[in-house]
């Protein structure tokens, strides 16, 4: 069963920076994406980074300049760079993945459990 798990979360003050980081472990023939997501409380989830097959990288506006997406591929894992943080930013944050796990199967999205990351002073 593949399974992707967050780590890296945590509280920090507004202006300070924090890096999420996301494994996926399991079957894995290939992955075709990876990205985060967020919700903040009463809010619904929203899309905030993916990292795409062939290293195409793209971040929602709001995060622009701020957060950054990277990818190691060896390690099956994908990070979040996260500096200037605002208290807007808090949210559970949660990786995604497109994943084929054996060859020759279809491709599944995968949701880590979440992790929590607070902005507040």
């Known amino acids: 069963q593949v399974q992707l798990v967050e780590s890296g979360g945590g509280l920090v003050q507004p202006g300070g920076s924090l890096r999420l980081s996301c494994v996926a472990s399991?079957?894995?023939?290939?992955?075709?994406?990876m990205a985060w997501y967020r919700r903040a409380a009463g809010k619904q989830r929203e899309w905030v980074a993916v990292w795409s097959d062939g290293g195409v990288t793209s971040v929602e506006d709001s995060v622009k300049g701020r957060f950054t997406i990277a990818r190691d591929i060896d390690k099956n894992t994908v990070a979040l760079q996260m500096n200037d943080l605002k208290p807007e930013d808090t949210a559970v944050y949660y990786c995604?993945?497109?994943?084929?796990?054996?060859?020759?199967?279809?491709?599944?999205?995968?949701w880590g459990q979440g992790t929590q990351v607070t902005v507040s002073s």
């Open positions: 399991g079957p894995i023939f290939s992955i075709y994406r």
């Open positions: 995604n993945a497109l994943i084929i796990p054996y060859e020759g199967s279809s491709t599944s999205n995968y």
